[in-house]
């Protein structure tokens, strides 16, 4: 019903080498947020998508919100070692956040 | 502003105990949720407070509980503590309300809770 289904579980990518995670849902969704753990750390939020279609850049990060509001993703050009953790699209519903499993992404310098 | 705290930051307890777990939120924040992750489940939602009432509660046995105070800081109780308990517990803090009743979250570094 609520849950938000993610993939890939794991990507290894050579440094330089692209990223992308894939995020969907049965229903529609209001809105979606993304995190990011790194390995020992807490989920820190990256950026929330609202409107269908939304695109948003930060740097070497893009995301984008589906036409129809039940699927987004996050692209990271040109990894760095930087980008080591897992990355979690999240829906938001009034205090209750939603995980999906999350794609660990591990990044070979 | 400081951020989320949360003590402690680590546990260990015997099974059948019971632990009690700490949040301070952001200074304005009145929003606290409260998630167990784990390896083979990842971040489940437990429960969240707004305003020192439970307004949603995500699907964990009775033993897990919470309140909240009138300072918006949480606990959270584990009563009859399993060896499938041990997890990293994370609270999250936000405004709660209004416009920003669905902005981001900002998460203490955890409690990480081992039951032999």
């Given amino acids: 019903g609520q849950q938000v289904m993610q993939i890939p579980q794991y990507q290894h990518v050579q440094e330089g080498e692209d990223f992308t995670t894939y995020c969907n849902s049965s229903t529609t969704l209001s809105n979606i947020q993304w995190y990011k753990q790194r390995p020992g750390g807490h989920p820190v939020f990256l950026i929330q998508l609202v409107k269908s279609g939304e695109v948003k850049k930060q740097k070497r990060l893009t995301f984008q919100f589906g036409e129809a509001k039940k699927n987004s993703s996050l692209h990271i050009t040109a990894t760095q070692t930087t980008d080591v953790g897992t990355y979690f699209c999240v829906r938001s519903n009034t205090g209750k956040l939603i995980f999906g499993q999350g794609t660990t992404l591990q990044v070979k310098p | ?116």
């Avoid at chain 2, 307890?13 to 777990?21: A, C, E, F, M």
């Avoid at chain 2, 409260?34 to 020192?52: A, I, N, R, V």
Wanted: charged content about 15%; some cysteine; proline content about 4%.
């Fill in chain 2, 1 to 116: 502003k400081a951020g989320v705290t949360q003590t402690p930051r680590y546990l260990i307890k015997t099974r059948g105990q019971q632990v009690t777990l700490s949040c301070s939120p952001i200074s304005g924040h009145r929003s606290v949720s409260w998630y167990q992750q784990t390896p083979g489940q990842g971040l489940q939602f437990l429960f969240e407070y707004f305003s020192e009432t439970q307004r949603n509660k995500g699907n964990f046995p009775g033993r897990f509980s919470g309140r909240q105070f009138s300072n918006s800081r949480s606990e959270m109780n584990v009563s009859t503590l399993e060896l499938g308990d041990s997890a990293l517990y994370l609270c999250a803090s936000s405004p709660g309300q209004g416009a920003h009743v669905n902005t981001e979250a900002f998460f203490g570094q955890g409690t990480r809770l081992t039951v032999v």
